[in-house]
């Protein structure tokens, strides 16, 4: 079975930018079908609508994983095979408790990502880590998961992380299992897994971040004028400036920008992540 364990729908909402994706859960379910997949969990950040839009579907050789994306004091927290939300905000430990009381299991996905959104060491209390994830365009922030995962003997898993329906299938777990969820949930847990691992483009990354940024334009701009020190901000104003514009001179402009990030954040992965690849 080929499976995409981390993907959001319209249900994924930013405090800043608003939805993480505007297509639904079903479409979701339809576009890992076309694509050939045989099961998808929606894991939306700290709302389990989803589920409540997809529990009645039932296929003969596709499944479907009730998940969350949950937001831990310590980082965001994969929990599949859950039958209730679990509430964000709690400590990690705890919420890893809440989703074993449930009878579902736990992934640390992106753990060491730069946005400082994973969870880290604390990884090792999961059941299962994604040791790829696709939009960590830094590279090392997913070999010290694959690190720490051996290390710890940890059952591995990758995920997209997909908030477009296009980007649905680029990094897929595939077990030996039954379409059926406690199936699928006991192979993933056995470390009986090969995973087939795929980056997004810049170009899909820069696309997914400037279309959020302009559909909430003045919101986006208070925040970066907040938040963002003065040479982020200043790159993230120039890539709204010149955005969907179609010149020569506009696009070459955004693609040099964008490249210019992601240099800037795999350089500073390096010396954050990649020393801890070596101990």
């Known amino acids: 079975m080929l499976l995409e364990l981390h993907s959001h729908s319209w249900y994924s909402k930013g405090s800043i930018l608003g939805e993480e994706n505007t297509v639904s859960p079903i479409e979701m379910v339809k576009e890992a079908r076309r694509r050939g997949l045989s099961g998808i969990a929606i894991t939306d950040h700290n709302n389990f609508k989803s589920w409540e ?166 919101s986006a701009l208070k925040h970066i004028d907040i938040n963002y020190g003065l040479f982020k901000r200043g790159l993230t104003k120039n890539l709204m400036k010149f955005s969907g514009k179609e010149t020569f001179f506009s696009r070459g402009l955004v693609s040099s920008l964008s490249y210019f990030s992601l240099t800037f954040s795999i350089i500073y992965s390096f010396f954050v992540n990649f020393p801890r690849c070596l101990a």
């Open 53 to 218: 839009s997809l529990k009645k579907l039932k296929f003969d050789d596709f499944v479907v994983i009730p998940g969350e994306e949950v937001s831990t004091l310590q980082g965001h927290l994969l929990t599949l095979g859950i039958t209730e939300e679990i509430k964000p905000k709690q400590d990690v430990l705890e919420t890893i408790d809440k989703v074993h009381q449930q009878g579902g299991i736990t992934i640390a996905p992106h753990p060491f990502d730069i946005a400082k959104e994973g969870i880290r060491d604390f990884s090792k209390f999961t059941d299962v880590i994604e040791v790829f994830n696709s939009m960590s365009l830094d590279k090392f922030a997913n070999l010290r998961a694959k690190r720490f995962a051996v290390k710890f003997g940890k059952p591995m898993s990758v995920g997209t992380d997909a908030h477009q329906k296009s980007w649905i299938g680029r990094s897929i777990t595939q077990v030996n299992s039954y379409p059926d969820i406690d199936s699928v949930l006991e192979e993933i847990m056995s470390g009986n897994t090969q995973l087939k691992k795929q980056h997004l483009s810049v170009k899909e990354m820069t696309d997914w971040y400037l279309t959020r940024l302009n559909r909430n334009y003045d």
